[in-house]
Each structure stands twice: as C-alpha cells, then as structure tokens.
C-alpha cells in the first residue's frame, strides 16, 4: 500500500449542466477513519462511487490503494470493499447463503472460504443468527452482516455509504465498534454520514457542500480553525419562543435550536451579546438555566461554513447524489 489510501486531485462530475462534484482535493492516509460529512444531495455518494471504479468522472485525477480511478478501476475493485446504505443484501437467503455467495462474487480461495466465513459471522456478531433468512433481520443485523460480507476478501480500502442511515442510535454505535476493528486491523475507512456524533468518531474530516469540499481537517481544527466568532450557548425555558429577538440583536450574527436551548453567534464580544441576551430573556420573563461562552460544535461549524457559501453563490437545482 501507498502512504495515501486515496488521493483526489480536481475530481469533478457533470451531469450535463448540473455540476455533481466540483473540484474536489484531498488525500487520505493508510489506516485512518476518514469521514465524509454533508447533508443529502451534497455529492458524497458520487464521489464514492467514482472512488470504486463504478462512475467515470468529468475530469480531474485521483488514485484509490495506488491505482488510477479512471484506467484501472478492475484493480481497484479487487482491493477495496463497499457498503451502501441499501445494504446489498439478498433477503431470500440465509445469513450463511449471503456470506457464501459474496464469497464467490470475491473468489475466495475454497481452502479459505471457511476461515473467512467464521471470521466474519463473529466479526460480526452473528453466530445466533447464521441460519436466519436475512429478511427477518432487524437492520442493526443486517448492517453488520452487509459488512461483513463488504469485507470478506480482506481488503485493504472499505467504502461505506451512509452505512448507518434508518438505523437506532444502539445500532449505530455497535456498528462503530466493528469499524474500529477493522481500522485496530490497518484497514482504510472512507465513510459518508450526515450524523454530526458520527463525524467525531473519524480521524480526520471533509465538509462537502454543493459538490465542494469546503474544510477539512481533524474535528479539532475544524472547530478551532474554521469558527472564528464566539458562541453563547442558552438553557432555558421555550427557547423556540425567544429564538427570532435573540436573532434580531444587533450583537447577534444568529441563534438557532441546540438540544434544549440555543446556541447564539455573536458579532462582536461576548459580555456584550450576553447582556443583550439576558435582557431579552428578563422582558420575555423566560427562566434561564445556562447562558455562557462555549467551544462550537461541529454543527456549529458546519452551520457556519455552509452560511457563508449560500451568502457567495446561487443554488443549484438539487441532484441526490
């Protein structure tokens, strides 16, 4: 393996004159859990599936396990394992049928075809479920069986396309758990999430919106490097209620719903945006049970980052990408 996992360089996909993914950078060390994070319709799915040799980009160069995306993409699918989020499973079978046909799909070796599976049901924590039909399964079961048959092969790249979206929140964490054994194994994680407590379990982040990768970095620097203005963080009562005056200061840039409160972006400094704050909150007669400076949060960021680029360019029609 290359000390790059993944290198971009200008990636860009039209389709005709809506651009799906503009320009896009980065690179990815060996080992790392590199997180994709955007909303729906950004262009994160496109962007893996030019990464998997199964869409052909516009222009731009880029290289997954050291091979090129656009002259040897059957090298690449040899070396890498993807898991969408409609999990390519086939319901009629049982949890063993699909390993074994995946088994197949990926020509395992018959003298390993029965370590692999073994591995992968315990990987998986399948083993009461082994002779289910997949059908039967909830999805937190059929996320880590997807998974295990993504990575029966061994490969050295894994793709995962939104691999947690529709499931609960128990679901999701467990399935965590199987990614952080795979990353413990020096496996390269490029995973898409929409869920801002997913991003922070990644190793180094890309913020893509519209197409862009527009920050990048370790969730760390995102929100020291990227969040210039202080938040104010509001507990207290209706705060859906309270939200458009605070917004209305002129010592507030804006203020939008956080958990059981608000977080404010001030202006300016913050002893005076406080001040104006609780002013607001004593006229409404509303109870306060926090109302102090706070480090931002990913979503704060990303809230952020994404103003400024709506306050720069005119939306495109909506691709879901």
């Given at each position: 393996m290359p000390e790059y996992a993944v290198t971009l360089d200008n990636l860009e996909k039209r389709f005709g004159e809506f651009i799906a993914v503009n320009k896009v950078s980065l690179e990815v060390r060996e080992g790392d859990i590199y997180g994709f994070l955007g909303p729906n319709g950004a262009g994160k799915s496109t962007i893996i599936r030019m990464l998997s040799g199964l869409l052909k980009p516009s222009s731009g160069?880029?290289?997954?396990?050291?091979?090129?995306?656009?002259?040897?993409?059957?090298?690449?699918?040899?070396?890498?394992?993807?898991?969408?989020?409609?999990?390519?499973?086939?319901?009629?079978?049982?949890?063993?049928?699909?390993?074994?046909?995946?088994?197949?799909?990926?020509?395992?070796?018959?003298?390993?075809?029965?370590?692999?599976?073994?591995?992968?049901?315990?990987?998986?924590?399948?083993?009461?479920?082994?002779?289910?039909?997949?059908?039967?399964?909830?999805?937190?079961?059929?996320q880590r069986l997807a998974l295990g048959c993504a990575v029966l092969h061994e490969p050295s790249i894994v793709f995962l396309d939104e691999p947690t979206s529709g499931v609960d929140p128990i679901s999701r964490r467990s399935f965590w758990d199987l990614i952080y054994v795979l990353a413990g194994r020096g496996v390269t994680i490029f995973v898409t999430t929409h869920y801002m407590e997913e991003a922070e379990y990644c190793d180094r982040l890309g913020l893509i919106y519209r197409g862009s990768l527009i920050a990048g970095g370790t969730s760390e620097q995102l929100k020291t490097e990227y969040m210039q203005e202080e938040i104010i963080e509001v507990l207290c009562e209706r705060p859906q209620d309270v939200m458009e005056r605070i917004s209305a200061l002129d010592e507030v840039r804006e203020a939008a719903l956080f958990g059981r409160g608000l977080h404010v972006v001030v202006t300016g400094g913050s002893n005076e945006a406080m001040a104006a704050i609780s002013r607001v909150l004593a006229e409404e007669k509303v109870e306060v049970q926090k109302l102090e400076p706070v480090k931002p949060s990913l979503e704060d960021v990303f809230v952020s980052l994404i103003e400024a680029q709506d306050r720069e360019k005119q939306p495109q029609k909506e691709f879901k990408g």
């Open positions: 160069r880029g290289t997954v396990a050291g091979f090129d995306i656009i002259r040897e993409t059957e090298k690449i699918k040899q070396h890498i394992g993807y898991m969408s989020q409609k999990f390519s499973l086939y319901e009629d079978l049982t949890v063993e049928e699909n390993i074994d046909f995946y088994s197949g799909i990926y020509r395992i070796p018959s003298h390993k075809k029965t370590e692999r599976k073994k591995w992968a049901i315990n990987m998986a924590g399948l083993d009461n479920h082994r002779k289910s039909r997949t059908s039967t399964l909830s999805g937190g079961w059929k």
